[in-house]
């Protein structure tokens, strides 16, 4: 069984930073892309960001500039550093990983975390 373990999220003032750091586990022969997703309360689930295996990187218009994923593939980890956090910035922040089993190498499957709660104050 593959899953997501998300964190450091937590409560932070308005320009702040925080690392939030996910780490894939499990039968994984390999990790394709991995990603971050937000949900605010009464919003839809919205792409932050996203980066390749080869390391190319895609980022929402609204956090560009802001915040840097990056990825250590020999941890199966994702990362997103987050700076100059804005209270719009508070949600909970969902990694994601297309990821292709041992069981079944030649299919991937996109698994998800938990999340992880991002507040940040005014």
């Known amino acids: 069984q593959v899953r997501l373990v998300g964190s450091g999220g937590g409560l932070v003032q308005a320009g702040g930073s925080l690392r939030l750091s996910c780490a894939a586990s499990?039968?994984?022969?390999?990790?394709?892309?991995m990603g971050w997703y937000r949900q605010a309360p009464g919003k839809q689930r919205d792409l932050v960001a996203t980066i390749t295996s080869g390391g190319s990187t895609n980022y929402a218009d609204s956090v560009k500039g802001r915040f840097t994923i990056s990825r250590d593939n020999a941890k199966n980890t994702v990362y997103l550093q987050m700076n100059s956090l804005k209270p719009e910035d508070t949600a909970v922040y969902y990694c994601?990983?297309?990821?292709?089993?041992?069981?079944?190498?030649?299919?991937?499957?996109?698994?998800w975390g938990q999340g992880t709660q991002v507040t940040v104050s005014s």
């Open positions: 994601n990983a297309e990821i292709y089993t041992v069981v079944l190498p030649g299919i991937p499957r996109t698994y």
């Open positions: 499990g039968s994984i022969f390999s990790i394709d892309a």
